[in-house]
């Protein structure tokens, strides 16, 4: 049974920084591709970064968050993480991890997310 879960989010200033945790378990980690997505109040899903799964590397993020948000895996914990700096009230939402490359869809698996909330 493929089990992804969220942890990390909380209330932060304007500034600010967090550092969200994405536990998987139920599948090989290592090998497949992971991803970030939020939703913000009244919002539909957006994508923020995925992380390419196998031997190398490959990253990206949505030029909303690039130069303020890393997303990085430890996969001897098979452990997904999104470190956020510069915290702006824009990024509030609730924050998915998911076992895809990319924003999930229909079919693909992701976890019950994390809230962020971002103010003075």
């Known amino acids: 049974e493929v089990q992804l879960v969220e942890s990390g989010g909380g209330l932060v200033q304007p500034g600010g920084s967090l550092r969200l945790s994405c536990a998987a378990s139920g599948f090989t980690f290592s090998s497949n591709s992971m991803s970030w997505v939020r939703q913000a109040p009244g919002k539909g899903l957006e994508w923020v970064s995925s992380?390419?799964?196998?031997?190398?590397?490959?990253?990206y993020y949505a030029d909303s968050v690039k130069g303020r948000f890393t997303i990085s895996r430890d996969n001897a914990k098979n452990t997904l993480y999104l470190q956020m700096n510069s915290l702006k009230p824009e990024d509030t939402a609730v924050y998915y991890c998911?076992?895809?490359?990319?924003?999930?869809?229909?079919?693909?698996?992701w976890g019950q997310g994390t809230q962020v909330t971002v103010s003075s």
């Open positions: 992380i390419s799964g196998g031997g190398g590397t490959t990253i």
């Open positions: 998911a076992k895809k490359w990319g924003i999930p869809r229909s079919g693909d698996y």
